[in-house]
C-alpha cells in the first residue's frame, strides 16, 4: 500500500519561514510528479508547486520567489522550502503525487497525503 506522509507545518510570524517534507511509502517504483496543494478555510485547493521527474518545476503566481520545490527521485520524497510567510499562506497544506508506478505493476494516477497545517501569524 501506498502512502504519503507530511511534516513540518506549524507557527510562524509573518515574514518567517518553514519547510515542508513528504515522503512516500510503499513499494515503489517511480513516481512522475509530486507536489504541493493547500486549502484554507472557506476556499478551495490550490495548487503551490509541483515538480515532475525530469526536474520540471511549477509554482503558483501567489508563491514565486519565495517557496522552492525541491525532490529526490530515488527516496520518493518531496520538500518545500516556504520564506517570507505571510498572513495569506495559511492553510492546510497535502503533499500530492501523481503517476505512481508500483514495483509489482499497478499505476495509481493519483493520491494525496493527509496534509499538515501552516499559520502565519501577522
Known amino acids: 500500500q501506498v502512502q504519503l506522509v507530511e511534516s513540518g507545518g506549524g507557527l510562524v510570524q509573518t515574514g518567517g519561514s518553514l519547510t515542508l517534507s513528504c515522503a512516500a511509502s510503499g513499494s515503489i517504483n517511480s513516481i512522475d510528479a509530486m507536489g504541493w496543494y493547500r486549502q484554507a478555510p472557506g476556499k478551495q485547493r490550490e495548487l503551490v508547486a509541483t515538480m515532475t521527474s525530469a526536474a520540471s518545476r511549477n509554482y503558483a503566481d501567489s508563491v514565486k520567489g519565495r517557496f522552492t520545490i525541491s525532490r529526490d527521485n530515488a527516496k520518493h520524497t518531496v520538500s518545500l522550502q516556504m520564506s517570507s510567510l505571510k498572513p495569506e499562506d495559511t492553510a492546510v497544506y497535502y503533499c500530492?503525487?501523481?503517476?505512481?508506478?508500483?514495483?509489482?505493476?499497478?499505476?495509481?494516477?493519483?493520491?494525496w497525503g493527509q496534509g499538515t497545517q501552516v499559520t502565519v501569524s501577522s
Open positions: 500530492h503525487a501523481a503517476g505512481v508506478r508500483s514495483s509489482n505493476g499497478g499505476y495509481i494516477y493519483g493520491f
